[in-house]
């Protein structure tokens, strides 16, 4: 027989003279049984949580053993682990971590003792040390023995749970993560307080969409979030401050990370260049604080953005929401597993009501048994019957007559318990108690009579007493706010330095020897321009070979349009000369570009970057040519048109060219720039979202000002970091007036006052320094005219009042207290909108209906409909219409 027969995949069982080879149990087949066995084991026993109850298995049997041994004192965590160990089939280890990551939720478990920290990712103390009982939440909701379903151990010896009646939304409060065989689970943990308002929301009949709530803090984009399914993702963030220009601060840390990760990965990127960073100190104790001290000369805005780009400060999570469903593995969204657990909640609530009904109308059956039995003296004749059989035939007689006041047939069972009564309770029986006992059963019964007619009422009833008695304390910890995507090009730190060889053609870090030409980065591209009028991007490299006779080289910056290339080249060695002005935004890296007609031996005679579109004068001097007249040729690269880089460009002249020189410097023939104020991300963008801000060019600036009274004004790099609480934000023009109201926090008033923003490169306040001061009201208009309503004082109405700010409040300095706006109490302040504002804001809204036109083009054509004096003064002048349209 061949070999290939003993090991037949198909278990065929055919063979020679060696036997009945269908007893065989071939190889392939125990490995495909085995393996499905143990993988089906891990899957259902291990690694993922159970629909019901929201709990691995390990989970389960630890509540149920600190349930066994709960008296209301601390127990050693070691004494339940071993007590649980008698349930789990595995190590005292497995449980023990299993125990600690379910008091470190802080939600079912009362901890004492060290039980180690999430944030700096310190571990737990020795079971001996620590201690633990249910906490009260986790006794309300998770326990009823008369509602569960039970189940024998491994062993056989002791009964478990199979799943435990949860009365929560256990899974998505708690999340969960597991790796099984062929098979991951990850459900993220969402708020308590959310889940509670989500269920109820349920319960009438409404959609709900929740998002997870992490224990850690930090800031989340929830925009690719799929529910929680296979192939969502979600963009969590450290939230990071500006304590000083040369110190950041580190406050709420990316869920899955610790503050000693956190900080290897920031020292990783510092000693790669990534960033540049003095020292990192952590300072953490109850809450976060890793203070991040900067080197002289480095922004703050640019190094959070790279501390986002190359550090753990940003990390992307993947949900995978995968739970245990009729004994099979079942992928399903978060929104799904809460309408689920919401309806086994109510199912549970029947139960229990379905159970008390049934006690109540028993308790209250046997009392009328009792009452009847003593009232009537059936016990007197008792001695009259010698044996059970003829006792209970006269029992059942004697009750008779009274069978319709009953709820139910008597039975032996009641007939036993009655002839049990001891005679002293029969001698002292009290008809009046026995009523009024009856009365309150009835009550009793009734109620949950009336819980079961309207359960969903009961339901929501049952979770809000549940938000009111745990939620507290357990706001929403994570920020959900749209994130803007970091281009790591523009916020690396340079930390490499580019050379090169122009004669030789060559460029790179390695030549040290030759011409220095800017600090980069390792991961910027370089951009380089040959005499011959070829063009290649390249990534940074020790050594690169470019083409002889560089004229200039550069980091590249994509789809940069506003940096222009002027260009003078001949084509070929006896063709025309032509002039050109382009760009470059986008190239396929290391291929060689040809910015001429593509003769062979072109030549480049004049050459300029222009960051901002500059267009110089220049002088063609030609070569002396018999019969040539004029050798000089004065052009202007003013005069032409910005094209793409394949364009061949303007005729200069058909004649050989000798040299071209410079007559007058370029000035910028691109205006300025548009700005927008993204309100989602808190950051500047040339991509209209958001309130426009205007026309940015030079040393402009914006003026940003903070609910709690901060002045700050920035400059209009897109790198730029805004404060999250800003209720102002406008370009800065320095004959601008700006009207103020806020609350003084110290003298529980309002006060006013109207300034001009002061030019200062530091952020200062403009309010009193309470920390229950605010800013109410700030506005640019010329004559704002403000309504203010009063509450009532001692049942007497105070009559509202229309203030013009011009003729009440002062011009002061912006430090400057101000005036106190009212002696009487404020109950509400709000700004008259100007008539000529109104009507812009209509023609824009019917303009945006109308053509779809751009909101900057919106915004320039209800400047227009704005009187000429005020337009002028918005767009041209001292910008005191203090008004923007999104």
């Known amino acids: 027989m061949e070999d290939s027969n003993l090991f037949d995949a198909n278990n065929t069982g055919k063979g020679d003279d060696h036997g009945d080879l269908n007893s065989i149990t071939h190889v392939s087949g125990m490995f495909k049984n085995w393996f499905i066995d143990y993988a089906s084991y891990v899957i259902l026993e291990r690694a993922v949580p159970a629909m019901e109850d929201g709990l691995k298995p390990v989970q389960r049997r630890i509540l149920h053993s600190m349930w066994e041994m709960e008296d209301g004192r601390y127990n050693k965590v070691a004494n339940v682990i071993g007590n649980t160990m008698k349930y789990h089939p595995h190590g005292d280890a497995s449980i023990g971590d299993a125990m600690v990551a379910i008091g470190q939720r802080d939600l079912l478990i009362d901890m004492q003792g060290n039980w180690g920290n999430i944030l700096t990712g310190d571990s737990a103390a020795a079971p001996r040390y620590i201690e633990a009982r249910l906490s009260k939440f986790g006794l309300e909701v998770l326990y009823n023995p008369k509602t569960t379903d039970w189940g024998m151990s491994y ?299 309207h359960l969903t009422e009961y339901a929501i009833d049952y979770f809000k007493n549940l938000k009111k008695k745990y939620g507290a304390g357990r706001e929403r910890k994570t920020e959900t706010k749209q994130l803007e995507t970091i281009v790591a090009t523009e916020v690396v730190m340079a930390n490499e330095k580019l050379y090169v060889n122009r004669a030789e053609g060559f460029a790179g870090k390695s030549l040290k020897k030759d011409e220095f030409v800017c600090d980069c980065s390792d991961i910027d591209d370089i951009i380089a321009f040959t005499k011959d009028g070829k063009m290649k991007v390249f990534k940074i490299a020790d050594k690169v070979f470019i083409g002889k006779d560089i004229v200039h080289i550069a980091v590249f910056k994509k789809n940069d349009e506003r940096t222009t ?132 060019a030079g040393d402009d600036k914006i003026l940003a000002i903070t609910s709690k009274g901060m002045y700050k004004l920035y400059t209009y790099e897109l790198l730029n970091h805004f404060d999250d609480d800003i209720v102002f934000i406008e370009k800065y023009f320095p004959a601008q007036t700006l009207t103020c109201i806020y609350f003084d926090g110290e003298s529980k008033s309002y006060f006013t006052k109207r300034f001009n923003p002061e030019n200062i490169s530091t952020k200062v306040s403009i309010i009193t320094e309470h920390e229950q001061s605010r800013v109410e009201l700030i506005t640019a208009q010329i004559n704002p005219v403000v309504e203010i309503k009063f509450a009532k004082e001692k049942d007497r109405e105070i009559p509202d009042e229309a203030i013009s700010m011009v003729e009440f409040a002062p011009m002061v300095q912006m430090k400057a ?70």
């Open 565 to 696: 290339y002027n260009m003078i080249y001949t084509d070929g060695p006896k063709g025309v000369t032509f002039m050109k002005r382009f760009n470059v935004t986008g190239v396929t890296r290391d291929k060689e570009y040809d910015l001429t007609k593509g003769s062979a031996n072109s030549t480049v005679h004049w050459f300029t970057v222009n960051p901002n579109g500059e267009a110089e004068r220049v002088q063609v001097i030609l070569k002396q040519v018999p019969g040539l007249r004029k050798f000089e040729i004065d052009v202007s690269f003013a005069d032409i048109e910005v094209k793409g880089r394949t364009s061949t460009g303007n005729i200069v002249t058909k004649y050989a060219v000798k040299k071209v020189v410079m007559t007058s410097k370029g000035k910028s023939t691109l205006g300025a720039e548009d700005y927008w104020f993204d309100d989602a991300t808190h950051r500047l963008n040339k991509d209209e979202r958001g309130t426009y801000l205007g026309q940015f």
């Open 155 to 453: 062993d056989g010896r002791n009964k478990e749970p199979i799943t435990l009646p949860v009365k929560f939304p256990l899974l998505l409060a708690q999340g969960v993560e597991g790796i099984a065989v062929g098979l991951a689970c990850k459900i993220l943990p969402h708020n308590f307080n959310e889940l509670i308002d989500a269920s109820i929301q349920i319960l009438k009949g409404k959609k709900v969409l929740i998002y997870p709530d992490f224990p850690t803090g930090g800031v989340a984009d929830f925009a690719d979030y799929k529910d929680g399914l296979r192939g969502g993702k979600i963009k969590v963030r450290a939230r990071i401050k500006e304590l000083n220009p040369k110190t950041l601060v580190i406050t709420e840390i990316p869920f899955g990370t610790t503050t000693s990760s956190l900080i290897d990965s920031i020292i990783a990127a510092n000693d790669k260049g990534k960033i540049k960073v003095k020292k990192v100190e952590d300072n953490t104790a109850e809450n976060v604080e890793i203070q991040i001290h900067l080197q002289p000369g480095i922004s703050p805005d640019k190094t959070i953005d790279a501390l986002y780009a190359f550090t753990n400060c940003e990390m992307s999570i993947s949900p995978n929401a995968c739970v245990i469903e009729n004994q099979r593995p079942r992928f399903v969204g978060v929104s799904e597993i809460l309408k689920i657990n919401t309806q086994n909640t109510l199912d549970l609530l029947r139960s229990e009501l379905e159970i008390e009904k049934h006690e109540l109308e028993e308790k209250w059956h046997f009392a009328s048994l009792e009452k009847i039995f003593i009232k009537e003296e059936m016990y007197i004749d008792f001695k009259k019957y010698s044996n059970k059989e003829t006792l209970y035939e006269y029992l059942y007689e004697r009750f008779a007559p009274f069978k319709k006041k009953l709820i139910r047939a008597i039975n032996d069972e009641d007939l036993h318990r009655l002839t049990q009564i001891p005679m002293i309770r029969i001698t002292r029986f009290d008809s009046l108690k026995a009523e009024a006992h009856m009365k309150e059963l009835d009550e009793k019964i009734a109620q949950v009579k009336h819980h079961l007619e």
């Open 817 to 886: 207290k101000g005036k106190k706006l009212s002696s009487y109490k404020v109950k509400d302040i709000n700004l008259r909108i100007p008539q000529e504002i109104k009507e812009a804001q209509a023609f824009l809204d019917q303009e945006e209906n109308e053509t779809g036109l751009s909101p900057m083009e919106l915004h320039r054509r209800a400047m227009d409909k704005i009187s000429k004096d005020s337009a002028k003064n918005f767009m041209e002048g001292d910008g005191q219409m203090g008004i923007s349209f999104d």
